[in-house]
């Protein structure tokens, strides 16, 4: 395991639903990320945390809502989703002080969007 | 245009053989390069990480080589196990800490 955990693992909804994506890291890293991986295609970064704050928005549609209230846990808040949005979502964290800033990703969450 | 690029797409090898990724780059100003192992259904896990001035690194039977000059990776396994078989990712990063360029990865598949 690598210290970083994503709940549920796998998630169904309708295009009309409303549902939540959570991750808790546990290694007192003070920067978290959300990844968006779709089959043959390199991750997309979504977004990045670092202290609590975002300091980046790689132009996510607003049916995407991250949210952080403390460095140990992220979510990612979805509605009105569509058919394209189905993919695999990771969550990671990194010690931002560091120099190599490695990331350590939790086990992400199948989602599929009917 | 920064981009990662990776090669083959998929490879198929016999248990105990060796193999080569490959892995080219256009990311500027370099920082570091590290080389991600995703099983199916799980996170990718950290393998190597190499920084300007390296030009290998080990981790048991995984070794990555660096050229920064050709901006050209390498990722070499050998005697490879059933275990090995995943996706094998590329990422390159910039001088800020967010900046990760991901390549598309190669997906490997030991067979006994």
């Known amino acids: 395991e690598t210290g970083v955990t994503q709940t549920p693992r796998h998630l169904v909804m309708g295009m009309t639903n409303k549902k939540s994506l959570k991750c808790e890291q546990h290694l007192g890293h003070n920067a978290m990320y959300w990844y968006k991986q779709s089959a043959k295609k390199p991750l997309e970064l979504m977004f990045v945390?670092?202290?609590?704050?975002?300091?980046e928005n790689n132009s996510v549609p607003s049916r995407f809502s991250p949210e952080c209230p403390n460095s140990s846990h992220l979510f990612l808040h979805l509605h009105t989703l569509q058919p394209e949005d189905s993919a695999l979502y990771l969550c990671?964290?990194?010690?931002?002080?560091?120099?190599?800033?490695?990331?350590?990703f939790g086990p992400g969450t199948r989602l599929t969007v009917l | 245009k920064n981009q990662v690029e990776q090669s083959p797409q998929s490879l198929i090898i016999l248990e105990g053989k060796n193999c080569t990724l490959q892995?080219?780059?256009?990311?500027?100003?370099?920082?570091?390069l590290r080389w991600y192992k995703q099983d199916t259904g799980r996170g990718p896990v950290s393998l190597t990480i190499?920084?300007?001035?390296?030009n290998t690194k080990s981790n048991g039977r995984y070794t990555a080589t660096l050229d920064a000059d050709t901006k050209q990776s390498s990722l070499h396994i050998t005697a490879s196990q059933l275990s090995d078989s995943a996706s094998y990712i590329c990422?390159?990063?910039?001088?800020?800490?967010?900046?990760?360029?991901f390549g598309s990865g190669t997906k490997l598949n030991v067979k006994p």
């Open positions: 990422v390159v990063s910039v001088g800020n800490f967010n900046k990760f360029y």
């Open positions: 892995c080219n780059y256009t990311v500027s100003p370099f920082s570091n």
């Open positions: 990671a964290s990194s010690q931002e002080s560091t120099d190599t800033h490695t990331q350590y």
């Open positions: 190499m920084t300007f001035s390296e």
């Open positions: 945390y670092s202290l609590e704050e975002r300091v």
